[in-house]
C-alpha cells in the first residue's frame, strides 16, 4: 500500500484513474497557456512603456490602434477558450459525469456519508442491496440496514475503508445522512458533492493497486477534518476474497 508521499509529491497526485489523466491534460494546458499570455503581455507592456514614453522634448503619447486591432489579442483568447471549452473539455465531461458503466459490469457501491464517517454498503454475492430505514440506524447499524430482507442477508458494510476492484468500473450512488458532504479521492480526479435528499451517481475506473485517500470536500461540521477514508484498489481475486471474508465475520456474529 502506498505512503501519503507517493500520491502527493510536488506535483499533482499520482493519477491513478482512467480519466485521471485526461483532466489533467486540461490542466496542464491552461497552465502552459497562462504562463505563455503572461510572458507575452509582460514584453507588450514593457514595449509599450519604453515606445512610448515621455523624452525631452517628447510628451508621452497614448498609443494609437484601432478598436479592432486592440480587440485582436481578445479574439485569439476567445477562440482558445472556445477551443478548450468544446473540442478538449466537453468530450471528457460527457465521458465522466455523462457516461457510466453498466451496473452488471460495474463494482456497485452505495456510499452513505454522515458526520463523520463514509459508510460503503456492498449488495454481497447477490448483487441485490437490502433496503435500508432510517429508523433502524444505531451504532451498531450505522446505515439502517433490515435484517429482515432477504436481500440484506448478505450485504456488506464498511466504515471508511472501500474496496475496490483493479481494472474493472466502480459505480457508486451517494448520499448523505445529515449535511452536504464532498466525496473527493485527489488520485482519481473524482470528487462530487453528496447532497441529503439526492442520490448522485459517480464512477470511477481504477488503474493502480493501493490506497487512496478520501477527504470530505465540504466543510460539514467540526469534525469534518477526521472525515477520512480509503479506496482500497485490490484484484479481483483480493475483493472477492474481502467479501468472503467480510461475510464470514457477519455470520460469527
Ligand atoms: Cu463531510
Redesign the pocket.
Known sequence: MNAPEQLYGWWVPVKASTYAAQLDTQLDIFHWAMLLIFVLWGIYFVYCLAHYRARPGVPAVRGQLSVAKSMVPDGIILVFEMFMIFVIGLPVWAQVMETFPEEKKANVVHVI?QQ?AWNFHYPGPDGEFGRRDIHLVSSGNPIGLDDSDPASKDDIVSINTMPAPLGKPTLAYLTSMDVI?GFNVPAFRTKQDVTPGMRVRIWFEPILRGKFEIA?A?L?GLA?YR?LGNVEVMTQEEFDAWIQKKLADKAEL
Open positions: 456519508a463523520f458532504h470530505c465540504q460539514c469534518h472525515m
